[in-house]
């Protein structure tokens, strides 16, 4: 049997686009004599469709679509595809997150998804009914049984593993499954793709079956879905891994004898964070309507990683930045900023803020009369630069980047309603430490300095008073970094930190900073994610609260 991965980046809400991408493809895989073909989960509507799942007219559009697909496939080649519909028992929740196989003008096998995320990012039961059973049907002399994403992870030692009461490809294979088809729309963060290979290599091997997995490739706002739809034969040996980050259509045979497993990309980190955040804007972009990208280029790091990232996703002449200099900005840092816009080949114009700080402080002085300066000042200017950038976007039409990443956005080191204005964080979870790792990919990548290296190699400094620098205030940011990685990522106590060789005080103050900046999080830019636990969506702490993890 010829089975077609149909690996495709679909749009939420653009039924009539993704259903035309779908027929595209299938057609595509019928010329190559491909017998069946598999999309990802809910393909149809896009994912993840959130509270949009709540409108009946989008409901409605789901079966609309399916009906379309029937009327319009080519009905030699049997296409599986995802969607959302009616929970048609008494009981439960009122949809399901369904996968349906069309072949010859019509629906020949529903499976309902069993297992429902509602962690990170997930919370699909807040929308949707377990599947109640599972079953195999046939095609061309072949019994085969489909899984949605979430179903297969329940096969994994791996971080993500949720005990469940049910166990969907071992229900499968015992229905007699000779074949599995899993459906995902698993979203990327660094170290996934091992995680997902584990889990397909599993299936083969306890159950000798030989599956199919195929996983959404694109971005839907934080999301970013990095594809790597697999073939896994029934000694769950890995066949066929697809291209990361873009779409593809690939053809396997699961009849072909296979003596070796094939040889599996590399997975490079920083290669899979510049592709992911790439994708990420230009998706963004694409889906949400906008032509060009701005932000504000200060001569740091920061600003001009998010720069050229931007300028490859959307080429140099889209993107626009703005030097903005007050009286504590360095030469240098001008110099800077002027050499990384002529490397990268992106307009940068300088205005600077100095007349509108000048008239804010005189504004204030009667007010302030007696006030020693502090970071009231400090965030004066930031808030100016923030008020300059958003009005540009409203007079030019465009995206106004922000250029904050994880470790001061953790901690606070950021000012709102200034430069934590804008609509997309495109570096917000990358570490610092992994803000100068991947701007040395970057440069090593293209085999010249398109970041200047005075910049990667500079002491990192706002700027806002003289002499500034990040360390004054902060760990270095190795320390800082590592107890972030650990309260964040894992999960782990102050006690816990100490234990594993950081000074107490030092973790008190990290703790403290992360807990008290929850409000400003709150009114951030959406956040790119690339890592297991991104602020967002996937981290709900409440604001007002006891840092009860300071205590004793």
């Not at 686009?17 to 999309?39: D, M, P, T, W, Y």
């Not at 699961?254 to 804007?281: C, N, Q, W």
């Not at 570490?431 to 090593?444: A, D, H, M, P, Q």
Request: hydrophobic letters at 40%; charged letters at 25%.
């Amino acid at each position: 049997m010829i089975i077609a991965l149909g690996q495709i980046n679909t749009k939420i809400a653009d039924f009539n686009g993704n259903c035309e991408k779908i027929i595209f493809q299938s057609r595509k895989a019928l010329k190559q004599h491909a017998e069946i073909i598999v999309f990802p989960e809910l393909c149809v509507c896009g994912y993840p469709p959130l509270d949009l799942l709540t409108y009946p007219s989008f409901v409605e559009q789901n079966r609309k679509s399916i009906q379309y697909l029937c009327e319009h496939l080519p009905g030699e080649i049997a296409v599986v595809v995802g969607y959302v519909d009616a929970n048609t028992r008494p009981m439960g929740k009122a949809l399901e997150n369904l996968a349906v196989v069309i072949y010859q003008g019509q629906v020949i096998h529903r499976q309902a998804k069993s297992l429902l995320p509602t962690y990170d990012v997930f919370d699909e039961s807040r929308y949707f009914e377990p599947a109640s059973q599972r079953k195999t049907f046939s095609l061309g002399g072949r019994r085969i049984g489909v899984a949605i994403c979430e179903d297969i992870w329940v096969n994994s030692g791996g971080e993500l593993t949720r005990e469940y009461p049910v166990n969907p490809a071992r229900e499968l294979a015992e229905d007699h499954a000779e074949l599995l088809l899993v459906l995902s729309a698993s979203p990327f963060h660094t170290g996934k793709m091992q995680q997902r290979i584990s889990l397909m290599e599993e299936i083969g091997k306890s159950f000798r079956i030989p599956s199919v997995y195929v996983n959404a490739v694109g971005a839907n706002d934080s999301l970013i879905f990095d594809g790597r739809s697999m073939a896994i034969d029934a000694r769950g040996r890995i066949l066929h891994v697809c291209e990361p980050f873009q779409e593809e259509l690939y053809l396997c045979s699961i009849d072909e004898a296979f003596p070796d497993s094939a040889v599996l990309p590399e997975e490079s980190v920083y290669k899979d964070l510049k592709d992911a955040l790439v994708l990420g804007i230009r998706d963004y972009l694409a889906k949400s309507g906008f032509q060009r990208v701005h932000l504000g280029i200060s001569g740091g790091i920061d600003s001009a990683l998010t720069a050229a990232i931007a300028v490859e996703a959307v080429g140099p002449d889209r993107v626009h930045g703005y030097a903005m200099p007050s009286r504590y900005s360095s030469s240098h840092s001008l110099e800077d900023a002027r050499k990384l816009s002529e490397h990268l080949g992106f307009t940068c114009e300088e205005i600077s803020i100095e007349p509108m700080f000048t008239a804010a402080l005189e504004s204030l002085s009667e007010s302030f009369r007696g006030l020693e300066e502090d970071v009231t000042e400090e965030n004066i200017q930031a808030r100016i630069r923030g008020l300059l950038l958003m009005a540009w976007s409203n007079k030019k039409h465009s995206l106004l980047l922000t250029t904050g990443n994880k470790s001061e956005i953790a901690v606070g080191y950021c000012t709102l309603y200034g430069d934590m204005n804008g609509s997309l964080a495109v570096i917000g979870d990358l570490f610092k430490t992994e803000v100068f790792g991947l701007s040395r990919y970057i440069n090593s990548e293209a085999g010249i300095p398109l970041i200047p290296e005075r910049i990667i190699t500079k002491p990192p400094s706002a700027e806002l008073r003289p002499g500034q620098l990040d360390q004054d205030s902060l760990p270095s940011y190795n320390i800082l970094d590592e107890i972030l990685r650990m309260h964040l990522h894992d999960c782990r106590s102050l006690q816990d930190i100490e234990q594993a060789g950081y000074d107490r005080d030092v973790i008190r103050q990290v703790i403290r900073l992360v807990e008290r900046s929850e409000y400003k999080r709150r009114q951030a830019a959406m956040v790119l994610k690339v890592s297991p636990k991104a602020f967002g969506a996937g981290r709900r702490i409440p604001m007002a609260r006891s840092l009860y993890e300071l205590e004793g």
